[in-house]
């Protein structure tokens, strides 16, 4: 338990009845990981070439499973040591993630939420910062948004434990298994065909796919405007 560095502490990798919590930075993460193992972040900078996590046990169901709090960032490209070990801990086998949204700057949630779908591991997604986008007139279209990203979002307030219930709940049906099977979204489907058939477009083709599916998603004040929008 604790924190750690990956490359000072690589079996963290390997471990059984892992659960990831990701996100990008500075979006709540570490307060849900608080609540969830009982432990105390008091550092969430991953400033520098040394890139630590937590780990920390939690219990759902009368079942243990460690918490991974994935260094916050915002692509998987693996561009920088963080993103790196961000892709590292999808690669490892986890049981599900728990992905935490911010509702007040969504696109910045996105791109992140959009790629980790394309490993298809059980998620749960935490809206979280519901205050603050109130408090900005940010209105979210929440069944839009969960049938884009294709899993079952609660919306959260995560330094009033608004929402905990409702997400731990998620994650035991998440862990058996138990959550409905949702179809990947049209643009998500063309974004994984155009890497098994286009491999010299791949690049271009995934981030359009991507920004199609970003632009119909409402951040806005005025939703209906934007349903009018979306693709049939
Ligand atoms: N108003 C409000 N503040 C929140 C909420 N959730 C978290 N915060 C605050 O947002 C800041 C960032 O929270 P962290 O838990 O450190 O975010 P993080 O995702 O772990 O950040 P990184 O580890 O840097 O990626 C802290 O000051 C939290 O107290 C929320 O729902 N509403
Ligand atoms: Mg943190």
Known sequence: MGCHDLKEDPKVLGLQNKVLLMGSPNVGKSVFFSALTGIHVVSSNYAGTTVSYMEGK???AGQNYSLIDVPGT?????NSEAEAIAVQFV???PK???FVLDSSNLEGSLRLALELREFNIPTVYALNMMDVA???GIQINL???SQKLGGQIVSTVAVKKEGFTEIKQLLEKALQ???PNYPLSAAVIAAIAAVQTMPIQLKIAQMKAKMKMIK???IGSKPKRFQKKLPK
């Open 58 to 60: 939690m219990n759902l």
């Open 74 to 78: 915002y692509t998987m490209s693996a």
């Open 91 to 93: 690669r490892s086998g």
């Open 96 to 98: 599900a993630v728990f």
């Open 134 to 136: 109130e408090r900005k």
């Open 143 to 145: 069944p839009l948004l």
């Open 177 to 179: 298994d138990e959550l």
């Open 216 to 218: 119909v998603i409402n």
